[in-house]
């Protein structure tokens, strides 16, 4: 069954490195009340492989980039300032997919640092943006079935691993 965007969310808490693998549960917070968010993984890149025998070109996957991810929104201050409390620290940050608000279609996480600017004011009638920019640290890992997602509705979610 397809999803509209309907309460796709990006949580986000400080992250614990216990040294192991990463562990995703915990207390989290909403990153911000999103109008965009970016895909958390990439296609991969095409590596030319044709020679001067063949007739059409051919390409090898190659590897997938990692760019910033830019979540966008209407400026507030709770989350400005939240998220720059934030700015320079290692978080943990799971995308949610699906209608149901806690990823019940996908939810993918990794690890990064985040920071939130205000955006351009572009005329004299409009609503004030900001963008929280996203600096992946780690590969962006699918996990729905993984983890559970509750939303507090406070704008807080618990993240608990599936079957536990």
Known sequence: MASTSYLARVI???????GAATDFTGNYKLL???????APVSAPN??????????????EMGIK????????????????QAINEMAGKKIDIIHMYGTDGVGGVAKYAYVGQVV?????????DE???????????TVA????????????????????KANA
């Open 116 to 124: 939130a600017t205000p955006d351009e004011v572009g005329g004299n």
């Open 127 to 137: 609503i004030i943006g900001m963008t929280a920019t996203i600096i992946p640290n």
């Open 46 to 59: 095409t590596v030319e492989s044709t020679t001067l025998e063949d007739d059409t070109q051919t390409f």
């Open 12 to 18: 986000i808490k400080e992250h614990t490195d216990t």
């Open 141 to 160: 890992v699918e996990c729905t079935d993984e983890y559970v997602v509750t939303d507090n509705k406070d704008g807080t979610f618990t993240v608990a």
């Open 32 to 38: 911000i009340k999103a109008k965009s968010i970016p």
């Open 65 to 80: 980039t990692s760019d910033k991810r830019e979540v966008k929104g209407n400026l507030e201050k709770e989350y400005l």
